[in-house]
C-alpha cells in the first residue's frame, strides 16, 4: 500500500466564475457578482446564491460520473481549476497519483486568498473536494482550506506570501512522507513561493500545473536525489 499523501492546492476564483457553471441563468448573476468588484456585501449576504454555486459543481461531477462517453476535457469551464487538475492528478498513474484519495490516511488543503471571493472559492472546493477526490465520503480533518496573506499581490503584504506558504506547508505536511503542490489555480505570484517552502522539506515533493487549454499535466520533482530533473508532462491520451 502506498504512503499517506497530502496534496496542496492553490486557490483562484473560477470555482465561482467558471464560464459554463451552471445554467444561463447562474452564469449571468455570477457576471453581475464579478463586475461588483469590491462589494463584498453581495457576496456575504446572498446564501441561496452560495448554495446554486455548490448545487451546480455537484451536479456537474454527478453527471460526469454517470454520463457514459462523457469525459472531462470537454467540459473543462463546468468546473473548477482546482477540481479538474486534481482529478486528472488522480486519475494519471504515470506523472500523477493514479489512484483516489483515502479518508483517514490522504489529505486535501486548499490554499486561499483572504477576503472573500478566494475564503468562497475554496469553500467551494473543499466540498465538492470530499466527494470526488476521494473513495467514499472524506472526513472533516482530510480536507482544509488556509488563508494565505498577500495573494492579491498587493502593498506590502505580498512580501507576506512566502512565509505564510512555508508555515502552511511545513504544517500540514508534518508526517507525511508524500508531497504534491498543484498550483494551477490562484495567483501564479505564488509559486516562487511554493517552490521554496516545498524544496526544504524532507519529504518526496512533486509539484504540478495543467493549463485548462492543456490536456497534460506538467510535472516538476523536487527530490534531492534527481535535482536537475526536467519537468515531465503526462501523454494526452490519459487525461480523463
Known amino acids: ?119 468562497w472559492a475554496a469553500e467551494v472546493n473543499a466540498t465538492v473536494a470530499k466527494l470526488v477526490l476521494f473513495e467514499g465520503f472524506a472526513e472533516k480533518e482530510d480536507v482544509a482550506a488556509e488563508k494565505v496573506t498577500g495573494l492579491e499581490g498587493k502593498g506590502v503584504d505580498f512580501q507576506e506570501i512566502g512565509p505564510c506558504i512555508k508555515r502552511i506547508i511545513e504544517k500540514y505536511s508534518n508526517g507525511f512522507e508524500d508531497v504534491r503542490c498543484n498550483f494551477t489555480g490562484g495567483y501564479k505570484g505564488a509559486i516562487p513561493a511554493l517552490y521554496w517552502a516545498c524544496a526544504h522539506l524532507p519529504a518526496k515533493t512533486s509539484l504540478y500545473y495543467q493549463h485548462e487549454d492543456m490536456n497534460q499535466i506538467c510535472r516538476i520533482s523536487l527530490e534531492p536525489s534527481s535535482p536537475d530533473t526536467p519537468p515531465i508532462y503526462s501523454d494526452e491520451e490519459m487525461i480523463l
Open 1 to 119: 500500500m502506498s504512503e499517506p499523501l497530502v496534496l496542496f492546492c492553490t486557490v483562484g476564483t473560477t470555482a465561482l466564475y467558471a464560464r459554463d457553471l451552471g445554467d444561463a441563468d447562474l452564469q449571468r448573476l455570477m457576471k453581475e457578482h464579478f463586475e461588483r468588484d469590491g462589494d463584498t456585501s453581495f457576496l456575504e449576504q446572498s446564501q441561496k446564491l452560495r448554495a446554486r454555486v455548490l448545487d451546480a459543481h455537484l451536479a456537474f461531477w454527478k453527471e460526469l460520473q454517470n454520463t457514459p462517453g462523457m469525459v472531462l476535457r470537454d467540459n473543462i469551464r463546468r468546473t473548477s481549476a482546482e477540481l479538474m487538475s486534481s482529478h486528472n492528478l488522480c486519475s494519471i498513474s504515470t506523472v500523477g497519483i493514479g489512484r483516489k484519495l483515502r479518508p483517514g490516511r490522504d489529505r486535501v488543503v486548499f490554499l486561499a486568498s483572504d477576503n472573500p471571493r478566494g475564503r
